[in-house]
């Protein structure tokens, strides 16, 4: 399994502003992946994130919204932008290192006022 | 109609009791399953990963998988209190795996009570 560091926990956050979260890896990784955990709700891929090109976004996720940087093979970081109470939500990194079996961090609790 | 479908209790047994979680799915692309337990304020961990239909067993889990039925189950015997967390059934195609794209069931909160 994969150790994924994720900054920070949790969060509260004011309604317009943004929140960076980081995602590091213990090892080198091709592909890192953003998931999106709201209450209640299934997990839900937002993009997916190589080294070197820009993200991938899943239908119903933009750019602009959710930027991702990813400068390095065991590091990346998703920005929550222009936050509105609909962005509460768990927000979780992963990454592929076995094939198919996909390893989350702990995840970043965000609540928007 | 969500692609998967998982009740999400909650359910609560008592100690040493047999659960027995499931979802069901539409998309028969689908062969890669996985059930995923999660803690309150963790990330999900895997718990059990099967390809295509069939059982597998790893101590007191065991998962199985009907595609005919596009079914899936996950059974835990001599269920303990550590058993307590949300458990949630993700399936991919040979693509989506690729590309990290899982898709998730809705997760079951389960409470495993002494």
């Known amino acids: 399994s994969a150790v994924i560091s994720q900054k920070p926990s949790r969060d509260i956050c004011q309604r317009g502003t943004s929140l960076t979260i980081q995602c590091q890896v213990d090892?080198?990784?091709?592909?890192m992946f953003w998931y999106r955990q709201q209450p209640g709700q299934s997990l839900t891929l937002i993009a997916t994130?190589?080294?070197?090109?820009?993200?991938?976004?899943e239908s119903g996720f933009v750019i602009d919204k959710f930027p991702i940087s990813r400068p390095n093979l065991t590091f990346s970081t998703l920005t929550v932008s222009n936050l509105s109470p609909e962005d509460s939500s768990i927000y979780l990194c992963?990454?592929?290192?076995?094939?198919?079996?996909?390893?989350f961090g702990s995840g970043t609790q965000l609540s928007v006022l | 109609q969500k692609e998967v479908e998982q009740d999400p209790g909650p359910l609560s047994v008592p100690e040493g009791a047999i659960v027995s979680l499931n979802c069901t799915y539409s998309?028969?692309?689908?062969?890669?399953f996985m059930w995923y337990r999660q803690y309150s304020r963790k990330g999900p961990e895997l718990l059990m990963y099967?390809?295509?239909?069939g059982n597998k067993e790893d101590g007191r889990f065991t998962a199985q998988v009907d595609k005919s039925s596009k079914y899936i189950s996950l059974f835990i015997r001599d269920s303990q209190p550590s058993d307590s967390a949300t458990y949630l059934c993700?399936?991919?195609?040979?693509?989506?795996?690729?590309?990290?794209?899982?898709?998730f069931g809705q997760g079951t909160i389960l409470t495993v009570h002494p």
């Open positions: 992963s990454v592929d290192r076995t094939n198919e079996k996909l390893f």
């Open positions: 099967t390809y295509s239909s």
């Open positions: 090892s080198q990784v091709t592909m």
């Open positions: 994130a190589n080294q070197g090109s820009e993200a991938t976004y």
């Open positions: 993700a399936m991919s195609d040979a693509g989506g795996t690729s590309y990290g794209k899982l898709t």
């Open positions: 998309n028969s692309a689908f062969q890669y």
